[in-house]
């Protein structure tokens, strides 16, 4: 019995599993479209998939393209099929050419296919390839600002001076370290910013920092002995003071140059809770911090889609109104039960690309009108 009932629940979720990773165009697909600067292949993708984190699927290698990835404004591209009836994206060519509406012996064909013949591409240095997403608006995320998670402040080790007695250095010196470092390794030194509380659960989970410094470690250090280890800072960038929080050099900064997107786990929930430029509203390619991290089984590379829960209805003597906009008393008079259950409707779509333990940094691909902080995310 339990058998059956296993394989009754395997049936019915198939569907939905094959569903997942099932190429899905939009009903108004175009058949062409002309690369624009600016354009990324998630734009592109957008234009054709209802789901456009499935991008790779329809990009196949061509032989008008030297690099499937690599396209660029001004090319003109292609809706097309191939022999099993699956949609590609190819990029239209002198000598690509389309097949006529019937066959040698007239029968009409159900979905049209390409041929191509060999030809060398001139590639132009100074035109910039269309990429997956901009990889220059995440890099300073990545480079320069990080997070540092309670741990990290915690058992990180930090900066107790310098060897000149100055409260605050630059370049060419040496600064002396509270914790074990490793001599002849390259640190990066961080200044601790303000927290970032989870309006979940209004507690802190981490904090913003910001770049000073690089250097490498000449002393080891002992920090059970109270030896401090010594750091000869060759990279400053701002004034390095006691406190800052040393980080080995590359730990979570190293950038992809194409993100492998995938839908987020189901059941995932959130909020985003801050931007990088501190505004309430925000749209396409603004930087974000989610409340959620590793441990809630957040991956880099996830598709998120963004909610906001409509505003409040209830039933009042005058009609249905607005709560924002109803009186106490109306409230009070309205009969139990009178509040509509307002539907959550979907704003906007984002990409994870940084994850740290209790948060994780986003880029928003697209919104369908501006986002707010507090709004609401889920699996895809």
Known sequence: MIKKIILMVICFLLPNIVLADEVLLHKNAPSKYV???????????????????????????????????????????????????????VKVDDNTSTPNDEDEVGTLKSKPAYKWS?????????????????????????????????QDIDSSPYVIGGEEGYKSNIDGFKTYINGDLVAGKAYAVYKKGRPI???ETEQVIAYHATLTGTGKALRAGNKANKEPATLFVEGATREIRATDILKPVNEGQLLPSLFTMQAASPGLTGSIIETSTGLREFGKLEVVYLNRGAQDSVKQGDILTVERLSPSIIETDNGPEYVKDTSRWAKLASDTGS??????????????????????????????????????????
């Open 118 to 150: 060999p030809k060398s591409r001139i590639t132009l240095k100074e035109q910039n390839p269309v990429t997956s997403i901009p990889l220059h608006v995440i890099a300073p995320f990545i480079k320069y600002n990080t997070i540092l998670s309670v």
């Open 197 to 199: 509380i989870d309006p």
């Open 35 to 89: 690369v624009k600067k600016g354009d990324t292949l998630w734009d592109i993708s957008g234009v054709f998939l209802e789901q456009p984190w499935l991008w790779p699927k329809i990009w196949r290698l061509n032989p008008a393209i030297e690099n499937p990835h690599l396209i660029y404004p001004g090319d003109e591209l292609s809706l097309v099929y191939d022999e099993n009836g699956s949609p590609m994206l």
């Open 339 to 380: 509040e509509y259950k307002m539907p959550t409707e979907t704003v906007g779509q984002m990409m994870v690309f940084k994850v740290f333990d209790q948060i994780s940094m986003a880029l928003i691909l697209n919104s369908e009108k501006p986002l707010r902080l507090q709004d609401t995310f889920s699996a895809p």
